[in-house]
């Protein structure tokens, strides 16, 4: 019953910044790991960012220093700050959250960086 759900995307200049936020609703408890994960037409998923519930946070390298993960816990929210947004950036980006022996995924959002 839980259910992620992505808003934030869209149209955007290289340069630019876009702030991502995931929604997850059918959970009373927090989840252990969330997270945004991409994909590029004709590429394989990869991991942007990821953060624990005690707020430890990791990231691919070609974003580091330009994108931001935050959550809240008490409202099993995930949000990803994108900075310095570049044409590489565009892509459908995924909401993952996981507790226990679960894990789930959002319908994603489209990012798309050009001018």
């Known amino acids: 019953q839980v259910q992620l759900v992505e808003s934030g995307g869209g149209l955007v200049q290289p340069g630019g910044s876009l702030r991502l936020s995931c929604a997850a609703s059918?959970?009373?408890?927090?989840?252990?790991?969330m997270g945004w994960y991409r994909q590029a037409p004709g590429k394989q998923r990869e991991l942007v960012a990821v953060i624990s519930s005690g707020g430890s946070t990791n990231y691919v390298d070609s974003v580091k220093g330009r994108f931001t993960i935050s959550r809240d816990n008490a409202k099993n929210m995930v949000f990803l700050q994108m900075n310095s947004l570049k044409p590489e950036d565009t892509a459908v980006y995924y909401c993952y959250a996981a507790r226990g022996v679960f894990s789930y995924w959002g319908q994603g959002t489209q990012v798309t960086v050009s001018s």
């Open positions: 059918g959970s009373i408890l927090s989840f252990t790991v």
